[in-house]
């Protein structure tokens, strides 16, 4: 059977064969409760701090600052619910931008039923926020900003660096979903004035279910999960050891070969974009086309849905999602993509291709004979560009 080609890689990236090897040796070989006190207990912490230290020097973070979460979401989710817990005596209000993941919006939304206001700053066409809006947004009573650093439908990179220095200097927390830029564009929480930084393993390489939140010394928080003493108190059970060293085998692997790997990237995805643009009429880049992360490409095209587009893909064997995060049953339109002034019909009409380490010249060259004869036909039978070709003939 032909392999299929991947080009879905901010929904989840294939693990990498070393990470797996590093994963099944302990998994085979080393069962030890790191809470107790015996030499094989003794030796499974050791290995959670050595892993937990990589996964700090990757964002130059100290290694008491690194805590192993079950992943993305859950990183998000303690971010903002602890802070907004602990803090709430300083005040209840919470900036964040109208572009984020679900698991910053929701969490979000669900803070405003409990009694905490948030300001959701909207976003110009190529989904940047405005520093002067964030300024004007600061009230007496801010506790945190939470912006991401990537974003996971458009690929827009924040000015992160910039928002860290407005929240500094306001004496107010900045927390980043950071799990599209960890292992894939180059972070120092401490130049950038970060507080708080969500990963996922399972975006660069790793294994799915783990991830961590950085929080800076010094902060306060309220745990999102109680019960033992593990991760310093400040989330309990026991840790996922396996998965542990898979994020820091993975995480160190990413790190080491970023400079050549978002290189390599940028001309893959830029020849994309441009034979995309080129080949298929009435199409348009959505996202920015500098300050974009190196694997993201996400087009819109005029009068057929993206949903189809990702049918007949598939029956060529290409691996791709549409602009939006599909919850299955819903085929509510990305929320992004109306945020950058999208109307519903084109954020319908939407493809994402994510370019990652396993994807090859071949594969772009491959998407780009395939694509365009697949949106000729989905055209050729939509009543809307049917009746553009009338009125413009
Ligand atoms: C994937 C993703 C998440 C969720 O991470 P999980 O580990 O899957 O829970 C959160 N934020 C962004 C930006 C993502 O891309």
Not at 63 to 81: C, H, M, P, V
Not at 192 to 200: F, K, Q, V
Not at 346 to 371: C, I, P, W
Request: hydrophobic content about 35%; charged content about 25%; proline content about 4%.
């Amino acid at each position: 059977m032909k392999k299929e080609i991947y080009l879905d890689n901010a929904a989840t990236t294939r693990i990498r064969p070393e990470v797996v090897k590093a994963m099944i040796d302990h998994l085979e070989q080393a069962y030890g409760n790191p809470s107790s006190i015996y030499k094989i207990a003794r030796e499974n912490k050791a290995l959670i701090e050595e892993n937990r230290e990589k996964v700090a020097k990757a964002i130059n973070s100290d290694k008491n600052e690194i805590y192993f979460t079950g992943g993305g979401s859950e990183s998000n989710n303690w971010a903002l619910k602890g802070i907004a817990q602990s803090y709430s005596n300083k005040g209840k209000h919470i900036i964040t931008t109208n572009i984020e993941h679900h698991a910053i919006l929701h969490v979000c939304q669900y803070l405003e039923t409990i009694g905490y206001e948030v300001t959701y700053l909207p976003v110009d066409e190529e989904g940047n926020i405005s520093l002067e809006d964030l300024k004007n947004a600061i009230r007496e009573d801010t506790i945190l900003i939470s912006v991401m650093f990537v974003n996971n439908e458009i690929g827009t990179i924040n000015p992160i660096k910039e928002i860290g220095k407005i929240a500094r200097e306001r004496g107010i927390l900045f927390h980043t979903d950071a799990v599209q830029a960890v292992g894939h564009i180059p972070i120092d929480v401490k130049d950038m004035n970060i507080d708080l930084l969500s990963m996922s393993a399972h975006k660069f390489y790793g294994p799915k279910g783990i991830g961590a939140l950085y929080i800076r010394k010094g902060i306060k928080i309220t745990p999102l999960i109680h019960g033992g003493a593990q991760e310093r108190n400040r989330r309990a059970g026991t840790e996922n050891i396996d998965s542990i060293i898979g994020m820091g085998t993975a995480i160190e692997l990413a790190t080491k070969e970023m400079p050549e790997e978002i290189e390599r990237l940028t001309k893959l995805r830029d020849k994309l974009i441009d034979g995309i643009l080129e080949k298929i009429p009435y199409s348009k880049l959505n996202g920015p086309r500098e300050n974009r992360a190196p694997g993201n490409c996400n087009i819109s095209f005029e009068f057929i849905e993206g949903e189809s587009v990702l049918l007949l893909l598939d029956m060529n064997d290409v691996c791709a999602s549409s602009g939006s995060a599909c919850t299955s049953g819903s085929l509510d339109p990305s929320h992004v993509l109306l945020a950058i002034g999208l109307p519903h019909e084109k954020a319908h009409g939407s493809l994402r291709l994510s370019l990652g380490l396993y994807n090859t010249e071949e594969d772009v060259d491959y998407l780009l004979e395939k694509l365009p004869p697949i949106v000729n036909r989905m055209r050729e039978i939509s009543p809307l560009y049917e009746e553009f070709i009338k009125n413009n003939n």
